[in-house]
Structures are given as structure tokens and as C-alpha cells.
């Protein structure tokens, strides 16, 4: 039973695909009928951010909705604004040449710290090192046991050019060169989270606000945790960009926005919720 669990989390995923290209159909629809709702779509990565960001924005602003949709991807983001069907959208990486070269403009707003988080059935493991994770995502480690906790290890991984994926491969020596990783692979950030709350003596990596007030445990990498002040450091230095993209000028809706991501109180709540806001 236990070796199906990813499986079965990721199975049921799948059956909610169709109801989820309907509802982007009508986000597009509505971000371009109505004036006081503005659609950002894109990346799964700061999907959970964004939406207690804009409910906070939209609490002193009756009327006005900002919506964020669930994931189609930092890609499927600047296509969005590239064809015209929204205004802006979310992404978790930067623009590639490409991209700028079709006049498409960026703002980060929070660096995010990419985290190795376990089931929280897992016990008795709070600190990986480099080498042991190279062995959990090789195969040659398949017991928590071997670790401190009890069990098997179920991993969960994520597919190539994942901008999470992407940082550990750059930080991690050793990682990027793993040919046949083990475990599952998930293909969004949200079904990253529901794999591992859903599948014990699960492993996966997600930016840490998807983390936040889920029960899911954070690991220490190498003795050092992903806080605010070592990312500052540079002592935790697997993070990701959160920025937004348009192209052209923006509406007085979609910049008023952008404004308030600045604001005291929007950062207070990136720091609350795990991300960084730029300085």
C-alpha cells in the first residue's frame, strides 16, 4: 500500500485537469470584461503568496478583486501576457532573452527559499547534508532509518527546468548529474504540496511559503536553516525569484498593485509567510 501512495495523490490530481482548463478560460474572460477584477496567472511557485497578498490588498478596497488562478506555469505566464489574454502574470524565474527581447518587462518582489520538507509523519530527521541528499535522490538511501527516523523513504521530485529543481541542480554538486532519479515526479507546486501532505514518509522540495502553517517539516541543509536573515546572509543561498511580468504600460489597476507590494504591510506578510521582500 505505501509504495502507491505518491501515485494515488497524484492520480486524483489528475482527474481535476479538465475542471481546472475551464476555470482559466473564465479568468481570462473575466480580467478582460471587467475593470475591478485583475487575473495574475503563472507559476504555481507563489501562488499561495499571492493569494494572502491580495486578499490583503483588496480588504480596504470593496469592489476590487484580484484573483490568482491555480498554476499554469511561470511559461504558460508570459504567454498569457505575450498574446494578450491578461494583463500580467506571476513567475518564478528570470526573463529569458527571448522573452525581453518581445518587450516584456519584470519586477522581483521576494526572494523565496527553496526547503527540503518531509510528511509530517516523518520523525526523528531535522538536518539533511549535501551528500545525504544526493543519496536520497540517487536511491542509495531508501531508509529514514538510516537518517535518524524510522521507515521508508518516498521521494518526490520535480521535472527539468523547474526553477526549484533548477537552484538545487546549481547549488548542489552532484545533483544535476543524478541520471535516473528516484521516486515520483509532480509537475506543479500545488500538487507538490498535496503529494506530500498526502503520501507518508514523503521527501520533496518547494519554495518555503507553500510550506507555511501546513505541518510539514522543514529541513536544515548542511546545519543551516532557510531564515530571513541567513538568506540576507547568503548563508541559505537555494532561493528563487517571485517577481511579475507585463509588457507595455500597465492599467491604474494592475500598477496600484504592483505599488503595494512594496508597502510595509504587504512585506510584513511575505516575512510572515516565509519569502524575503526585496530590498
Known sequence: ?????????LLALLVLSPFTAQARQL??????????????????DSQILLRKLAQLY?????????????????????????????????????????????GLKSQIFAQAPVVFAVNPGVTGVENLSLEQIIGIYSGKIQQWDALGGVGKIYVMNREEGDSS??????????????????????????????TLMAS??????LPMPTVVGTGLKVQQVQGISPSAANV???????????????????????????????????RKLMLDNG???VE
Open 200 to 205: 507518508p514518509g514523503t521527501i520533496g522540495y
Open 27 to 44: 479568468d481570462e474572460q473575466k480580467s478582460s470584461e471587467n475593470p475591478r477584477i485583475l487575473v495574475i496567472p503563472g507559476t504555481g
Open 58 to 102: 483588496t480588504k480596504n478596497r470593496p469592489g476590487f478583486t484580484v484573483e490568482i488562478p491555480e498554476s499554469i506555469g511561470s511559461g504558460g505566464g508570459v504567454r498569457s501576457v505575450i498574446t494578450g489574454k491578461n494583463e500580467i502574470a506571476r513567475v518564478a524565474r528570470p526573463l529569458t532573452e527571448k522573452e525581453s527581447a518581445q
Open 275 to 277: 519569502a524575503i521582500p
Open 165 to 194: 529543481r533548477t537552484v538545487l541542480e546549481n547549488f548542489i554538486p552532484g545533483f544535476k548529474e543524478i541520471s535516473v532519479p528516484a521516486g515520483a515526479t509532480v509537475y506543479s507546486t500545488p500538487e507538490a504540496l498535496q
Open 232 to 266: 540576507r546572509q547568503k548563508k541559505y543561498q537555494m532561493v528563487i525569484p517571485f517577481a511579475l511580468v507585463w509588457k507595455d504600460t500597465l492599467s491604474p489597476r494592475a500598477q496600484d498593485f504592483l505599488d503595494f507590494l512594496s508597502s510595509p504591510a504587504a
Open 1 to 9: 500500500m505505501k509504495k502507491n501512495n505518491i501515485l494515488l495523490a
